[in-house]
Every structure is written in structure tokens, then in C-alpha cells.
């Protein structure tokens, strides 16, 4: 089970940081991502950590504002969203994927997550 956290209310500019708390199993060599769906749009990528050793992976539109980190002992997943933009406003899903493709990239596609959350809405006001 993923249960995300952190999300509410924000102006443009500022700062949120999102947990992901997992229970019931333990995560350590899958990888973890972060995405979002904003109203009347697709799920959409946002960044993604192997658990094993710490690489990351961004979304182009979010590189260099948003950092995403893990916690093993805590079995948690962090998404520090810094600079935030209007249309930054999404609801931000954690995902869990067993995969072990060698790129990345390949954990950018939402179908082969196997676990989700319930989301955390983030709202940023212009």
C-alpha cells in the first residue's frame, strides 16, 4: 500500500514536499515515481528513483525545482517541489514498479507501475 501526503494550497514561487509512505511489503529493489494528472488531462510523469543505489530521473519540466529522494528506513519516498508554477496544479500520485529495465527512462510509462496511491492534490494560485 502507497499513501502520499503533503500536498494543499500554494502560491506560484513557493515550496511543498510530498511523501509517500509504503506499508506491507518493503520497496528496496523496485523504483518509485512520482506522477501527475491535472483536471481533464493524462496521467504524466513527473520523476522516478531506483531504490537500489539512488539514480534518479526527471521529467523535462521539472528539472533542476523538483527533487525526489528515499528513505529506506522509513520506506518512504519524498518529491521536494520548489518554485512552483500555476500549472504545476495536479493531483500527484506515487507508484511502485518491480521492473528492473536498466534505463530510467523506461519507468516514465505509467502501465507497468504495479502499485498506486490515492493522490494528493497540489493547488498553486497565481
Known amino acids: 500500500q502507497l499513501v502520499e501526503s503533503g500536498g494543499g494550497l500554494v502560491q506560484a514561487g513557493g515550496s511543498l514536499r510530498l511523501s509517500c509512505a509504503a506499508s506491507g511489503r518493503t520497496f528496496s529493489s523496485w523504483h518509485m515515481g512520482w506522477f501527475r494528472q491535472a483536471s481533464g488531462k493524462e496521467r504524466e510523469f513527473v520523476a522516478v528513483?531506483?531504490?537500489?543505489?539512488?539514480?534518479?530521473f526527471y521529467a523535462d519540466f521539472v528539472k533542476g525545482r523538483f527533487t525526489i529522494s528515499g528513505d529506506k528506513a522509513k520506506n518512504a519516498v519524498y518529491l521536494q517541489m520548489n518554485s512552483l508554477k500555476p500549472e504545476d496544479t495536479a493531483v500527484y500520485y506515487c507508484g511502485a514498479d518491480s521492473g528492473s529495465r536498466s534505463i530510467l527512462s523506461a519507468f516514465s510509462q505509467t502501465g507497468s507501475y504495479n502499485y498506486w496511491g490515492q493522490g494528493t492534490l497540489v493547488t498553486v494560485s497565481s
Open positions: 528513483i531506483r531504490w537500489s543505489g539512488g539514480s534518479t
